[in-house]
């Protein structure tokens, strides 16, 4: 544990927060180049798990001062990307932006209307990013596997806009995480599938489709 005797948790966290915002402002490639050099040169000198658990939380704590300099949206959207995901803006919908040179520039403001976060590293504490959001219709929540326990309970930030919302592959959810949903009242489209530690998948549909009568549930990916 070389490395993290020089480094502290806490400072770890804001080393990487520092960092990235540099990044985002900048486009500073070598920043990120300097960040994957450090951690790939620790590899044989501590585990990788607990130093990742550390940059996730990093990653999707909401950073109040950046909120505050460019908006909600904006930093919904960073948010997403720096942990692998994908938005759609509105006005394009259907063209998933995947890196931060396809975003407009900080003087031009935009509003997320899609959320694709499939094979990222969102967490609990990051779906705060949707408070005050006010365009976001679509959720996807695919194979998000540091999505831990309750993890869902900042969908609720979404309950006036969100229409459509996919939860799957997601294995660290169980039965009662899936309630929140009952909170999403303009909900027109659920589709729930591979959630493995969910014993009870049709009752919990059952539970949603009296909760929620005029939306489409469904126990399976689409053909």
Known sequence: MVFLQFISKTSLISHCRRAFTTLVAGRNYYVAH?????????????????????VAIAFNKVDNDRLNKVGPDRLCAEWLLKNGGGVGLVGMPNRVVKDYNSLPPESVKFNVQVVDASNSSVMKMGLDHFAGCRHIDTVVLHNCKHLEDGGLEGLVHLKETLKKLQVSACYNLRDSCLDVITQLPVLEQVRLFDLIYVKD???????????????????????
């Open 34 to 54: 300097k960040i994957s050099t450090i951690l790939n040169a620790q590899r044989t000198q501590l585990q990788l798990r607990p130093l990742w658990g550390y």
């Open 201 to 223: 998948l049709q009752g919990v549909a059952t539970k949603l489709r009296k909760a929620l009568p005029n939306c489409k549930i469904e126990l399976g990916a689409a053909e």
